[in-house]
């Protein structure tokens, strides 16, 4: 991987360039020499460039999956997203383990980051963050079972979702450096944080200090979906998990306040209370 790294600030203007435009550039030729240092072989990559780059980069998500057994969203082919802001999502996660998928969109799919701990606002709590194959724009809406047996099995939430932006200027070349910079817009994670890479597919995800910092643990006081303001367990029930499913989806769930409702879809109002709580 590293090897190709190289070319990436070449094959993100391309791309970029695309972006705008999901047709192909007729006047790609006349638009090369104003972009290049070194338009050795701009001429011959560019015409087909963002299509494989495309299946390439979802290839990995696609092998694991049975489009027929599982609802997860099949792989497809993004269109031009103009200028709509870049999306992030956050899905919790009950497979073999909890843990939270952290996903920022870039170039057509969402680059993904499992959180075994979940993202949190402390600055000085560095999160392990496992890289994982890129999923398709489409996964962002996901919230529901994976059937026992397929890969992830288990229930998954919508945990925060909204836009990002990059806080580092070339976004291919910090990540190729292991150190992207950005700011969060979503309902639970917001403000600038850092994703830092330790060695392989390993990273840590911190909260760079800044107004939205916070000691709050945002997995026990803000636990439930943002799209459906459901728990974990909800989620599974409704989409008739098998019963180690459910069980397993209502043991990550955090415990609930003393009150009667057992299916009641809104927070506790007691919420920002317990949150301002010293812990
Ligand atoms: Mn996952």
Request: avoid cysteine.
């Amino acid at each position: 991987m590293s090897a190709s790294r190289r070319d990436i600030g070449d094959g993100r203007a391309a791309s970029r360039s695309a972006s705008t435009n999901a047709k192909p550039r007729p006047k790609s030729s006349a638009r090369a020499p104003a972009r290049g240092s070194s338009n050795r072989s701009n001429a011959a990559r560019v015409p087909h460039l963002p299509d494989l780059s495309q299946y390439g980069r979802l290839a990995e998500y696609r092998a694991k999956r049975r489009f027929d057994v599982t609802p997860e969203p099949p792989p497809a082919m993004p269109g031009s997203r103009g200028a709509r802001p870049l999306a992030f999502v956050v899905q919790k996660h009950r497979a073999g383990h909890l843990h939270y998928d952290f996903r920022l969109e870039h170039e057509g799919v969402m680059l993904s980051w499992a959180v075994p701990k979940g993202p949190a606002p402390d600055p000085s709590v560095k999160r392990l963050a496992m890289q994982t194959e890129p999923h398709p724009l489409d996964y962002n809406l996901f919230e529901g079972v994976i059937p026992e047996g397929e890969y992830g099995g288990g229930t998954v939430m919508i945990w925060d979702r909204g836009t990002w932006k990059p806080e580092s200027d070339d976004v291919d070349r910090a990540l190729a450096r292991g150190d992207l910079k950005f700011r969060l817009h979503g309902k639970k994670l917001r403000g600038s944080w850092v994703l830092v890479r330790t060695r392989d597919r390993t990273w840590l995800l911190i909260k760079h200090r800044d107004e939205f910092a916070s000691t709050e643990d945002l997995t026990v006081t803000k636990p439930l979906s943002v799209v459906s303001r459901r728990t974990l367990a909800g989620i599974a029930r409704a989409a008739g998990a098998s019963a180690r499913q459910l069980e397993q989806a209502a043991g990550a769930d955090p415990p609930r306040p003393a009150r009667g409702a057992a299916t009641a879809a809104e927070p506790a109002p007691s919420r920002l209370a317990r949150a301002a709580r010293p812990r």
